[in-house]
């Protein structure tokens, strides 16, 4: 109940009672009559005591007039009492606000010094890191970063939160703080103390729905909702005002690459924003050590794509991803729905199945491979229609007519003499009549039968990082099903800029 109803509600019991008291008091002066005289004589033993008719008259008058005001205050002090309960809510409340809060901030500072590599206000800094190698010999000291956690709450449920809390990130600099992972902290300290301070010093979320909720969710103009309207346009300014600085200075080549490694370079956020802290080997680590060690930092599985935080909270989400980690989004069917239900467990082995152009039903694999007939693989071609050829060379040509050995396990090079090593440009031509493609990697297919295929998108992969990953529950193929490690980006990074870093992980 809001606190004007309960007020409303004390208010009109409160006049009740009182408009009650006044109507039967009333009543009761004018129905009364002057008393007749008593005639019963006193003993003449006895103290005198009152006679009847003060008994009746005065003394019972008194003694009712005082029930009637012992009961008029008993009857008024009940709604007297819900006049003040919600301020004695409001009160308990903002006390255990206050005093989780200040507990919490002296864990953060002091207690557990989160400050130290968290950063005041949770902005986000940097931790000393030894890297070693697998036999503890020394490679470089690091400086990891340790994420900003002022908008940790919008990328992740607060039980995520706990749970990171509790257990840390084995083989991070985060420990274990929790008494469930063997840290020193209470539960209280953690899911009271350390969570309230860590919720009130939350920014704002861009999700236009919590923006409009921020203050009356009828009213989309009120002072709340278009305070909350602008912090959000400031936060959004300057995450942009930082991917377009990076691509300025040359750090990356796309504006997927750039959301991909937010802060590699420049520690922005301290990569709270990034996929690649989590989802390459290097970018913790830094573009400085990975030197040190002598790798190109931008490379495949360093902070390129790939590989997989030595935190082990991530791994490759490019090796392959569009084959193997993105079933759901495989294609669309030809009347641009998405494959439902009744195309799943259709198979065999309860594969699942998609619809071609002409309605020919195409098997999935486990893996969302599609197969023909003898579980042989289809090749796809780059505008994701399906091939089966009877030859697949296993050298590609380039535009000039070069021809080069495929290795499909690297990434494929030109020898470039002004460029040196340059990547191979993604090119596919059209079966012609001969039956002859050229795939995207270059390779090329004769004897080819095509599939026309429904356009392929990207809508569930860019569902599953808007909304991260469900506890409880894996994402695809990589999926580790449980702790619900992967955060939700939807109120922390513009559309067009998840869009563009989904469209990079699935482009390498
Ligand atoms: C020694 C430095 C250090 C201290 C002290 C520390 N952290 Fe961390 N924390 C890190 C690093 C580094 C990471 C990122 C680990 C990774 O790459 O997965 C991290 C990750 C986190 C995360 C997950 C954030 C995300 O977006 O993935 C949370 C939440 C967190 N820390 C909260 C805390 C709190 C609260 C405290 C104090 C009780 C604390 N940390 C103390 C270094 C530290
Ligand atoms: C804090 C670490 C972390 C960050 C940051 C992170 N991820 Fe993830 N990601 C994970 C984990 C853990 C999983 C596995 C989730 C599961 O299935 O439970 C995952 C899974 C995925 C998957 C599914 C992979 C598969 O094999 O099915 C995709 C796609 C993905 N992440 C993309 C991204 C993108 C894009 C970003 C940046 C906008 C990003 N991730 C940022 C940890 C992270």
Same mark, same amino acid.
């Given at each position: ?37 008593? %005639? ?22 008194? +003694?009712? +007039? ?37 507990? =919490? ?13 968290? $950063? ?17 010999? @020394? ?28 257990? =840390? ?13 063997? =840290? ?43 305070? $909350? ?6 936060? %959004? ?33 301290? =990569? ?11 970018? +913790? ?55 439902? %239900? ?9 594969? $699942? ?33 399906? !091939? ?8 590609? $040509? ?28 993604? @090119? ?23 599939? %026309? ?47 563009? !870093? ?7």
């Amino acid at each position: 109940m809001t606190e004007a109803a309960f007020r409303s509600i004390g208010l009109v019991v409160g006049a009740l009672v009182l408009l009650t008291f006044l109507v039967l008091w009333i009543r009761n002066v004018r129905d009364s009559r002057a008393e007749l005289g008593s %005639e019963i004589e006193l003993a003449p033993n006895k103290k005198p005591y009152l006679s009847d008719a003060e008994l009746e008259g005065p003394k019972l008058d008194r +003694s009712l +007039s005082f029930a009637l005001v012992v009961l008029g205050l008993c009857s008024l002090s009940l709604p007297f009492y819900w006049l003040a309960e919600p301020g004695r809510q409001d009160g308990a409340i903002e006390n255990w606000d206050a005093t989780h809060h200040r507990r =919490g901030e002296n864990l953060y500072t002091n207690g557990a010094q989160c400050v130290n590599c968290h $950063a005041a206000g949770g902005v986000g800094g940097v931790a000393s890191y030894v890297f070693q190698d697998a036999d503890g010999q @020394f490679i470089a000291n690091a400086q990891w970063k340790a994420p900003a956690l002022n908008n940790v709450l919008l990328r992740y449920s607060e039980a995520e939160v706990e749970y990171i809390l509790n257990f =840390g990130r084995p083989g991070s600099p985060m420990a274990a703080w929790g008494t469930p992972g063997g =840290g020193p902290l209470t539960t209280q300290q953690v899911d009271s103390d350390l969570m309230t301070y860590i919720r009130d010093f939350q920014v704002q979320s861009l999700d236009p729905i919590d923006i409009q909720s921020a203050g009356d969710e009828a009213d989309p103009n009120d002072a709340e909702s278009i305070a $909350a309207q602008a912090e959000a346009d400031e936060i %959004e300014a300057a995450i942009r005002a930082e991917v377009e600085r990076s691509l300025a200075a040359g750090e990356f080549e796309t504006e997927g690459e750039a959301v991909f490694n937010m802060g590699l370079y420049s520690g922005y956020a301290a =990569g709270a924003y990034s996929c690649a802290r989590c989802h390459t080997a290097g970018w +913790s680590l830094g573009a400085d050590v990975m030197e040190q060690v002598g790798v190109d930092v931008l490379g495949e599985g360093v902070a390129g794509c790939a590989g997989g935080n030595p935190s082990g909270i991530g791994f490759s989400i490019c090796d392959g991803a569009v084959f193997n980690h993105f079933p759901d989004d495989t294609w669309l069917m030809p009347d641009g729905s998405w494959p439902g %239900e009744e195309m799943r467990g259709i198979g065999p082995n309860g594969e $699942a199945g998609v619809l071609a152009l002409d309605n020919t039903l195409i098997l999935l694999d486990d893996k969302g491979i599609p197969v023909d007939a003898t579980g042989e693989a289809y090749i796809i071609t780059g505008d994701g229609d399906l !091939a089966d050829c009877g030859f697949v060379s296993a050298l590609w $040509a380039d535009d000039n007519g070069n021809v080069y050995p495929y290795d499909p396990a690297t990434r494929l090079v030109v020898d470039d003499s002004a460029n040196g090593f340059v990547e191979v440009p993604e @090119f596919t031509a059209p079966a012609d009549a001969a039956g002859v493609i050229e795939f995207a990697d270059g390779r090329i297919g004769t004897g080819c039968e095509v599939i %026309e295929m429904p356009p392929r998108t990207s809508q569930a992969m860019y569902e599953f990082v808007y909304n991260g990953a469900e506890a409880g529950r894996g994402y695809g193929r990589g999926g580790q099903s449980g702790q619900g490690m992967m955060p939700g980006f939807g109120s922390t990074l513009p559309p067009d800029y998840i869009q563009a !870093a989904v469209d990079y992980v699935r482009g390498l």
